[in-house]
């Protein structure tokens, strides 16, 4: 289970604590024991689900497409009428998201966060109300909807981030459902490889932006106490990643020069906080030595206080 | 077969300039038809379609599009598409400004085709008629799928290249065709904004937060 997954699930529960709300959580597997089953859905519940439904079959091994997953989709939302789904960041969400929202007539609301507050609707009792908002990809305001006033249902997708602790407890009940038959021919799958800097780039939760060379030895001190898959640095000399998929709750930006923020806030990563490191007149590749150096400070610290 | 880009208008999105590249890979094999709706008939768009290959370019010349939301959108040009006999639709995954990504799967959902997402190419497939193959990237994995016509694709947002807008520069440039809401046998009354679908705009700055030293950084990387 990625961190995405464990954050989205503890979203969810966030909100069903507040708003009086059952968290459903669907899994979708290829052909799987049931040992393997009830593993999965163990951590899933452990996440912060309160129910576990798990469709099981070989069409739904490969790529995630509304093509396989659509029509699962579409017979939950049809069962469950729920207010609001959520998919975690990454390219699931972009490819299942707008067809969901299309076919039930929801807002959709891609790389989105999520406050709770109460709020006070005089003459009604005060209430705790649930506010999506994303940024435009413009990144020049953001849309906001509160789920209760818009009368339809909502599909999102959220930013990546971890999790500190689980919400829930490893025992939730799993309903077994059934794959109905795809609308569509199913697709050949031809050829299929795992790419390292795709997974990095969809499930890293904290993103360090540079223009100067960053060396291996300064990404792993980076990297070394952090949860894997936290921080992903991209620099001058990384290979061309494509950030379009990327929902981190976090960019660093590190740099001297303003005309850099430009290029980053318009490199398809929105949904983003994005926060500046250093005071003008640093330079990057500088910046980049002490924040590594900084980290080694850090972990010294703490391995001080735990012995 | 005739392949259909659909471009944002008057200026076309960073999604929509990789879909109109991919499409370039049936340009020896298929027709190529891009259509913009609304806006002006004049436009960047248009401009680059016909500088870019494409065999034909049509521009849906009805005002009333500059205020449909993505549904009504989606409907008149999967209406568009048909009108054509289009069996691959490709369309930018979203805007740069709104950037919601819902028109593609309007398209197909108004079309009756399936939609694949994050295409980053495609060709036609050797060993079977009438589908073609697509490079999908999903899951920390890339794969390569075969799927059959119709079927609708969305590409995402690509780097600008310097060049991309001037690919032909011979003198037989196609010229833009118009086409109203009357050739497609649609009615105004179909075109109704529902703004609510976006949520309310609120026009804020970035929320920065300027740490002063890579220390505050570190402590707050590592109370994750």
């Avoid at chain 1, 052909?31 to 099981?56: F, K, M, N, P, T």
């Avoid at chain 2, 370039?24 to 500088?51: E, K, N, Y």
């Avoid at chain 2, 409907?75 to 691959?88: P, S």
């Amino acid at each position: 289970m990625t961190n995405p997954s464990r954050f989205v699930v503890a979203e969810a529960r966030r909100i069903a604590d507040a708003a009086g709300a059952t968290v459903y959580a669907l899994l979708t597997l290829g052909s799987c024991s049931h040992v393997e089953i009830d593993q999965l859905a163990a951590q899933v519940s452990a996440a912060g689900a309160d129910r576990i439904l798990c469709s099981s079959d070989e069409i739904l091994a490969g790529v995630p497409l509304d093509v396989t997953h659509g029509m699962l989709l579409a017979q939950i939302a049809e069962r469950l009428r729920p207010l609001l789904f959520l998919f975690p960041a990454g390219g699931v969400g972009i490819e299942l998201g707008p067809p969901l929202a299309v076919r039930i007539g929801a807002a959709y609301f891609p790389h989105a966060s999520i406050d709770v507050r109460a709020e006070d609707r005089m003459p009604e009792a005060a209430s705790q109300r649930i506010v999506l908002h994303r940024w435009r990809a413009a990144r020049d305001g953001q849309r906001r909807v509160d789920v209760a006033d818009l009368e339809r249902p909502v599909v999102a997708t959220l930013a990546a981030a971890t999790v500190s602790r689980p919400l829930g407890e490893p025992c939730a009940e799993v309903e077994m459902l059934p794959c109905p038959e795809p609308k569509y021919a199913r697709p050949r799958e031809l050829t299929s490889e795992i790419t390292a800097e795709d997974s990095e780039v969809e499930l890293c939760s904290a993103m360090v932006l540079s223009a100067a060379p960053v060396s291996p030895a300064i990404r792993s001190a980076l990297n070394a106490d952090l949860a894997p898959g936290t921080v992903l640095v991209v620099d001058g000399e990384a290979e061309p990643v494509s950030l379009h998929a990327a929902s981190p709750n976090e960019i660093f930006i590190v740099s001297s020069a303003t005309e850099v923020d430009d290029v980053y806030l318009s490199s398809q990563v929105p949904g983003a906080k994005v926060t500046h490191v250093g005071e003008p007149g640093y330079v990057s590749s500088a910046a980049i030595e002490d924040l590594a150096a900084a980290m080694d400070r850090a972990r010294a610290a703490r391995s001080k206080v735990s012995s | 077969m005739i392949v259909l880009v659909c471009l944002e208008s008057p200026e076309p999105s960073r999604a929509s300039r990789a879909a109109l590249s991919i499409a370039r890979r049936f340009a020896g094999t298929a027709q190529i038809v891009a259509l913009s709706a609304g806006g002006p008939v004049a436009s960047a768009s248009l401009d680059m379609a016909r500088r870019s290959g494409a065999h034909r370019v049509i521009h849906l010349d009805e005002p009333a599009l500059d205020r449909a939301d993505f549904f009504t959108l989606g409907m008149v040009l999967a209406e568009a598409a048909r009108h054509i006999g289009a069996t691959l639709v490709i369309a930018g995954e979203r805007s740069d400004d709104e950037g919601q990504g819902l028109v593609p799967a309007a398209v197909a959902h108004h079309l009756g085709a399936p939609i694949v997402a994050r295409v980053q190419d495609v060709e036609s497939s050797l060993a079977t008629p009438n589908a073609v193959v697509l490079t999908v990237r999903a899951g920390g994995r890339k794969n390569r799928i075969e799927m059959a016509l119709p079927l609708v694709l969305s590409t995402p947002p690509a780097p600008i290249a310097a060049n991309d807008a001037a690919i032909v520069s011979h003198a037989s440039l196609p010229s833009v065709q118009t086409m109203t809401f009357a050739r497609l046998g649609l009615d105004h009354s179909r075109v109704v904004p529902r703004p609510d679908l976006l949520g309310t705009r609120v026009p804020l700055s970035a929320p920065r937060i300027q740490y002063k030293s890579f220390d505050e950084v570190v402590e707050m990387l590592l109370r994750r």
